[in-house]
């Protein structure tokens, strides 16, 4: 009994260690299978991984190709997708460079930038002008729109670097490089926001940009708000550095240049910050703005009693040196702004305003006093009298040509600082009506004032006979012009008023008539009537000024108390001075030639006859005549 006992428990600790064998072989083949699959899971992982890299960097290379490459393409905004994915993209390439070209030349021992950190800071900017292209920048004025370029690109950058984007497989839209049609274009939905923003990427439905999916413009104009809301939250990416906040708290743009390190040497007051600019750079730039000021204002003083007493060409060169000049001063107080003590934001925005309204004002005038210039110089000619109808020409042309042209210089000047000038003048179409209807007089003596010009009417200094006023023309305007009548009184008549009135031109005769009837007494006998026209004959025809065709000096008419005679010719003379010279001298010598034939004048008189008339006698002769026989009709008196 024992011993079947021992066996037993002989048997019952077998089977126990046969169950444990067996767990413990189960075990062993787990744990070698598990290590298999962990060693297989591990190969099929690497394998995923290479591939998803070498995808990732086959996706890169295609984005390089597409964006990069090519410096002039511009970034696909066929969808919310390709907008997106092109801004993050070129604005991270852009970065690299940048970091890259800043430790390039802090290593440097160079002031300056060598040629190849030039060059790469040159494919930065183009980088980020590209990456601007994704934004609606049509409320932007084009004076700051390269500033405003630059300053939000880099604060929307800044604005993803502290959030996380979705994956660019859930945005709507096609990767960069596909390009849908038309068809498939249309099929996406107009608008696209980033999760959990305001950011907006929408489709622009009118103007050159039309179709195109771009970051909007209520989005463009809210980044610089976004990005003062963000900025204090920390990076989520592989930055360490705010870069916008580098750009705009240090002199040079993109890299600081080496005088930077006095800056930063000197108080720390100097780097604080206010109002978005650190305070050195509120002090450069109030010395450069008193400095910008004084220069021009001391040229102007200086140059001031000259040009109230200079009335000459010499008065107009200056001032076109004076406009030169401001423009010259403009566009470097500019540059240094910008590029050298680095003023960006709103300041810059509107120090580039107001030298964009200056430079521009100032061309317009430089191209006014420039056209003037010419002028003067034209009617220096000795060929142009200044008296001419041909200078008041030349001088009213050149004034409504110059005034055009710089109003057209300020309009265009206007739309670069973002006043929409040809718009409103576009919008004033029926205002316009209204005002030309109000201004029908004006334009109708403008018109007459051409009318005058071109017909050649009159010229200044001719002596003419408009209707019933008489006098010499002074000076022809462009609505008015101004006659000095005999009595020595300067009459202004409208152009309109004046081409409908008949106008006599005197001092345009080439020749003048000399008509006039003398009356002698009925005393006078037939002989002397005879010698008295055949003298004033002869002596006309003597006469070097008086033509010979037509001239008639005929007994005309058995007036009320005078024989008359009409004499008729023409001097040639071509002003009325000489020709009142002339008839002066040919009145006097036929009063010579009369009264030396023992006539006279006629005078207005009254006979009363109390005897009535009788039949003549047979052989009578009538006083003075030849005798003839009055019995026989006229045609017989020989």
């Known amino acids: 009994m024992p011993k079947f006992r021992l066996i ?143 300053e939000i690109t880099l604060q929307l950058h800044e604005i993803f670097d502290r959030m996380d984007l979705p994956a660019m497989g859930s945005i709507p839209g096609y990767e960069v490089g596909v390009f849908p049609g038309a068809n498939e274009a249309a099929k996406l939905d107009a608008s696209w926001s980033v999760p959990g923003t305001n950011i907006v990427i929408s489709r622009v439905q009118s103007g050159s940009e039309q179709g195109a999916f771009l970051f909007s413009k209520e989005t463009v104009e809210r980044i610089p708000e976004d990005y003062e809301t963000i900025k204090n939250f920390p990076l989520r990416h592989d930055w360490t550095e705010d870069l916008y906040n580098y750009y705009i708290y240090t002199p040079g743009g993109f890299v600081a240049p080496k005088w930077y390190g006095f800056i930063l040497m000197g108080p720390d007051w100097l780097q604080e910050k206010f109002y978005n600019q650190a305070v050195w750079q509120w002090v450069m730039f109030a010395l450069l703005t008193i400095m910008a000021i004084a220069a021009p204002a001391t040229f102007f003083h200086l140059t001031r009693s000259n040009l109230e007493e200079d009335m000459s060409a010499g008065r107009r060169m200056r001032q076109m040196i004076l406009c030169g000049s401001v423009i010259g001063l403009a566009l470097l107080y500019r540059y240094t702004c910008d590029s050298h003590i680095n003023i960006t934001g709103g300041l810059m925005q509107g120090i580039s305003t107001v030298t964009t309204a200056i430079i521009w004002s100032c061309v317009a005038l430089l191209t006014y006093q420039f056209l003037n210039f010419i002028y003067a110089s034209a009617i220096r000619n000795p060929a142009v009298p200044t008296d001419s109808i041909d200078a008041s020409l030349l001088r009213t042309g050149f004034r409504v040509f110059s005034c055009t042209i710089a109003l057209i210089i300020m309009g265009y000047g206007a739309t670069q600082i973002g006043i929409p000038v040809y718009g409103v003048i576009a919008g004033l179409g029926v205002g316009g009506l209204a005002i030309a209807l109000a201004a029908q007089p004006t334009i109708e003596n403008l018109i007459g004032g051409i009318i005058l010009y071109a017909d050649r009417m009159v010229k200044i200094g001719e002596f003419c006979q408009f209707d019933n006023l008489s006098g010499t023309v002074e000076s022809i305007g462009i609505r008015s012009t101004r006659i000095r009548a005999l009595d020595r009184t300067l009459i202004t008549i409208s152009n309109a008023d004046l081409a409908k009135r008949k106008i006599t031109n005197y001092s345009r005769r080439d020749q003048f ?65 000489e020709f009142l010279r002339v008839q002066e001298e040919v009145l006097m010598r036929i009063v010579e030639i009369v009264r030396a034939r023992g006539a006279d004048f006629a005078f207005p008189s009254t006979t009363t006859y109390l005897a009535s008339d009788s039949a003549p006698e047979t052989g009578a002769t009538l006083r003075g005549w030849p005798e003839q026989d009055l019995s026989k009709p006229y045609s017989s008196i020989s």
């Open 8 to 150: 037993q428990s002989i048997l019952k600790c077998g089977m126990r260690w046969r169950q444990v064998s067996l767990l413990l072989l189960g075990l062993m083949v787990a744990l070698m299978a598990t290590t298999v699959n962990a060693q297989q899971s591990d190969v099929d992982n690497a394998a995923r991984t290479a591939f998803e890299l070498h995808n990732q960097q086959k996706y890169s290379d295609n984005l390089r190709k597409i964006l990069l490459e090519n410096p002039i393409s511009p970034p696909d905004t066929s969808s919310p997708r390709a907008t997106l994915e092109s801004f993050v993209y070129l604005v991270s390439e852009a970065r690299k460079i940048w970091l890259d070209v800043r430790d390039d030349y802090a290593v440097s021992d160079t002031i300056i930038l060598s040629e190849v950190l030039e060059g790469r800071l040159e494919e930065l900017r183009t980088i980020l002008d590209k990456a601007a292209q994704t934004f609606d920048l049509s409320t932007i004025p084009a004076s700051i729109r390269e500033q405003v370029n630059i």
């Open 513 to 577: 008539h000399l008509r006039h009837r003398i009356g002698l007494r009925y005393e006078t006998t037939r002989a002397q009537l005879s010698v008295i026209i055949d003298d004033i004959l002869a002596y006309l025809e003597d006469h070097d000024r008086i033509q010979s065709d037509p001239l008639r000096v005929r007994f005309v008419e058995l007036g009320d108390y005078s024989l008359d005679i009409e004499i008729y010719a023409y001097v040639a003379v071509t002003s009325m001075p």
